[in-house]
Every structure is written in C-alpha cells, then in structure tokens.
C-alpha cells in the first residue's frame, strides 16, 4: 500500500502553487469535499509507483482515507502538477478502472514488413481495489498478417474482474505495407510490358 501525507487547505488554489505545493481535493460516496495541499515531491514520488490505478493512503491529520488519483492535472506546457482529485474508495466494493493492455510476443507477420496497429490501449473493468493491476498482457506471438486480437482474447481471471469493454472491441491488428508509388508504377509498367510483347505475338 502506497502512503501520502496531506494538509487541509485554506487558500486558494492559485496562492498554494505559490507557496511551493500541489492544491488537492478528497471526496467520496460518505466523505465531503475536503480542500487540501501535498508536497510536490511527495506526490511525484508515490505517483510514479502508484499511478492512477493503485490505491494510496491519504493521511490528513488524524484521519487516514484509501483513495485512488481520480484526475491529476498538469501544466499543458511544462507538465507540472497544477491540480489533484482523490476519489475516496471503499476496499469492499468494486470500482470501475481503465487498466493498461501490454503487448508481448513478436509477431511473424511484423518480421515480414507488417504494420502494427493497436487501436485500444485501455480495457474498462470493475474490480476490488486491491485486485487492481498495473496492466493486462497479450501475446501477440501468433498473430498472422491481416488479421486481429480481440478483447475476447485477454486472459483476464473473471473471478476478480467484470470487464465492461465489448468482446468483440479490436485491440490490435497488422496490416500489410502499403506499395509506394514507384513501386506501383514499376509493376504496371511490368505488367503494360508482358501485355504488349503477347499482342506483339
């Protein structure tokens, strides 16, 4: 379990950025909107192991919350954290998380000049908090060219999660390389040339 400390805040959201920390909120189901500041380097620290799919210990004073990073949002230029939302979660009851797909394996088809396309990157599930996972694992290794895995084709234990993304949603796919024109112009011309030297017979 990932653990973070937090401050109540009083000040705005503009003067806590100031001040050097992150403006942040914690609300829930049974837990009413609460204003608070963490530590910049705190919070980068236990984000990269945590991400927004792990459950984090929010220690606020005497009072201690399990919560999720509902929204983290950034500076579009510089990247810095400018705002947090914690989602209070019950460990007991499920919640709905998009959890990472991971390609593994080489496909055949890609050694031959095949195009990978991986369309969805994301699968919708429901799950305990503690069964959540940093991402779910495909194998690519059999996929043929022209062909696609779907999301029927995960491995995914149904005894802890209830996938909500359609079965027959595309993953991924590997087409075969488009021709470039010159290659497409030498063929027709090939094929212009085999045409006359029969009408010349």
């Known amino acids: 379990m990932f653990s973070l400390e937090a401050k ?13 920390v992150i403006p942040a909120v914690v609300y829930g189901k049974d837990t009413p909107s609460t204003m608070l ?6 919070f980068i620290k236990v984000y ?4 927004k799919n792990h459950v984090i210990t929010l220690n606020v004073g005497k009072k201690s ?8 949002q950034r ?19 499920e919640v709905h998380v998009q959890i990472a797909i991971n390609l593994v394996g080489t496909s055949p088809a890609i050694l ?5 396309h991986q369309t969805l990157e994301m699968l919708d599930v429901k799950c305990l908090p503690a069964d959540i996972v940093d991402a779910f694992d495909l194998d690519i290794s059999n996929l043929q060219m022209g062909h696609s895995l779907h999301v029927s084709d995960l491995k995914v234990d149904s005894k802890k999660f209830h996938v909500l993304s359609h079965t027959e949603e595309a993953i991924v796919s590997i087409h075969a390389p488009k021709k470039h024109k010159d290659d497409v112009e030498e063929t027709t011309t090939a094929e212009v040339g085999v045409v006359t030297a029969k009408a010349a017979e």
């Open 65 to 72: 919350y399990s919560v999720l990073v509902q929204e983290a």
């Open 112 to 116: 031959e000049g095949g195009q990978l």
């Open 8 to 20: 109540i805040r009083t000040e705005v959201a503009k003067i806590a950025r100031v001040d050097g």
């Open 37 to 42: 500041t963490v530590g910049v380097s705190d």
């Open 75 to 93: 500076h579009p230029v510089t990247g810095v954290f400018r705002h947090l939302d914690f989602l209070v979660v019950n460990m007991k009851a």
């Open 48 to 51: 990269r192991e945590s991400g």
